[in-house]
């Protein structure tokens, strides 16, 4: 017998913000390195001249804002952030985790579905929504560290766009799941090769139906 999944979104399906700067803004912000809000500062300027709106023109779901975000990261200890990720995961994430996918998540897991994070935000964090509700180690976006150091760059693939799917066939035996049964949740017409690697897409949508989804065949709901 084959294996049924649930793949979720991170960002804007279980939970209701975008987590990953956010993290990197609560890590500098109790960390207190200059370095990094001087980064920021630079980071913010860039916006401001927009530069990342011209680069997206010339290179579409490029990460360079993401990498620079990141690397506010470089020379703080692991320790240092595994601490402050469960309290930002505690203070930041459990109090606006969506309720209603929530509870569709845990539905999946009574009925034998194996859970599984996909997500562009960061393992760091992740990791203990994970443990909190039982479920597979996330597919995510790896922060790279040496020597208990952070090196402020990704560790590996990106975990964005389609190159989830390349993550998940890292770590899942498609040829051993049910497709036709299997379920993933997400957001955004980005996750579109998320969304349709199985049999039952569906779109978690804010106040109103989403153009896209109808068009692929999907599901929605509006929370």
Not at 157 to 165: R, V
């Amino acid at each position: 017998m084959k294996n049924k999944i649930a793949l979720f979104d991170f960002c804007d399906t279980l939970v209701d913000f975008q987590t990953g700067d956010a993290f990197i803004d609560f890590i500098r912000e109790n960390t207190d390195k200059r370095r990094a809000f001087i980064f920021e500062k630079f980071r913010s300027l860039l916006i401001k001249i927009k530069f990342f709106s011209i680069l997206n023109r010339f290179l579409p779901n490029n990460n360079w804002h993401k990498r620079l975000k990141l690397f506010q990261l470089k020379g703080i200890t692991k320790n240092e952030i595994e601490h402050l990720s469960l309290l930002y995961y505690t203070e930041r994430i459990k109090p606006r985790l969506i309720k209603r996918i929530i509870q569709e998540l845990q539905q999946y897991k009574k009925e034998g579905y194996s859970i599984y994070i996909v997500s562009g935000g960061f393992s760091d964090y992740i990791i203990h929504f994970c443990k909190e509700f039982e479920i597979n180690q996330p597919i995510a976006t790896n922060i790279k560290y040496k020597k208990g150091i952070c090196l402020g760059i990704i560790d590996g693939i990106d975990c964005m766009h389609a190159a989830k799917i390349d993550k998940i066939k890292n770590v899942i035996e498609l040829q051993n799941v049910d497709m036709e049964q299997s379920v993933a949740y997400s957001d955004s017409i980005t996750d579109l090769p998320l969304l349709t690697l199985v049999k039952n897409g569906v779109v978690v949508s804010k106040k109103y139906p989403q153009y896209w989804v109808a068009t692929n065949k999907l599901k929605e709901i509006i929370i």
